[in-house]
């Protein structure tokens, strides 16, 4: 089982950046799929990043793609998300989502953080 807590969001100007991070308590970390979601207001849950521990890759939505990284932190058991050139449509709660072993990032993961609010506003 695995606990997640995210941080880092807050209050960003448009074309600003932000990092965010998810802390991992819990066993067997590098065994889980991880994916990034955010939920704007009004709006269903988004995928928008998802790294899968079968081949150790990472693929992004087609909405963050070139603006937002993910990594891993092994030793801390941490994943971030740099996101870059943020734009008002990038307003949302964030939130870190783990599944065993996935291959694939879907809404119904095992394990989710609370979520962090990221707002883009001048």
Known sequence: QLQLVESG???VQPGGSLSLSCVADGHNFDYYGIGWFRQAPGKER???????????STTYSDSVKGR???ARDA???TVHLQMNSLSPEDTGVYFCAAEWYANVCHETMSYWGQGTQVTVSS
């Open 46 to 56: 988004e995928e928008i990043v998802c790294y899968s521990s079968h081949v150790g």
């Open 9 to 11: 969001g807050g209050l």
């Open 75 to 77: 030793a801390k058991k």
């Open 68 to 70: 937002f990284t993910f």
